[in-house]
């Protein structure tokens, strides 16, 4: 069993940024693949980030190349979402999110039925 806990959301203004985090309990979680989603008000929950155990894979949603970056410290626990030159539609929940398999396959990181554990999201607003 995995617990994961996100933190550093807020408010800030366009073109601003914020980092995310996502403390993870348990002595396994340097196997597990980690991911970022986000729900927007009346919006399904879509892909952010994802990551495989060892850091040697990353991957993006188009609209996040460039502007976020995630990475993790299997020391620590932990991974981070660093956001930069933020949006005002990048306000969301975001939520963190771990899958049991240690790499992605294909295109699986983008799917959220693989991942088995969720955190329960941090509130990101972005004001124009």
């Known amino acids: 069993q995995v617990q994961l806990v996100e933190s550093g959301g807020g408010l800030v203004q366009a073109g601003g940024s914020l980092r995310l985090s996502c403390a993870a309990s348990?002595?396994?979680?340097?196997?597990?693949?980690m991911g970022w989603f986000r729900q927007a008000p009346g919006k399904e929950r879509d892909f952010v980030a994802a990551?495989?155990?060892?850091?040697?894979?990353?991957y993006y949603a188009d609209s996040m190349k460039g502007r976020f970056t995630i990475s993790r410290d299997n020391a620590k626990n932990t991974v981070y979402l660093q956001m930069n030159s933020l949006k005002p539609e990048d306000t969301a929940v975001y939520y963190c999110?771990?899958?049991?398999?240690?790499?992605?396959?294909?295109?699986?990181?983008?799917?959220?039925?693989?991942?088995?554990?969720w955190g329960q999201g941090t509130q990101v607003t972005v004001s124009s």
């Open positions: 999110a771990a899958s049991r398999a240690p790499i992605f396959y294909g295109g699986s990181y983008q799917y959220s039925a693989n991942y088995a554990y």
């Open positions: 348990g002595r396994t979680f340097s196997t597990y693949a």
């Open positions: 990551v495989n155990w060892s850091s040697g894979s990353t």
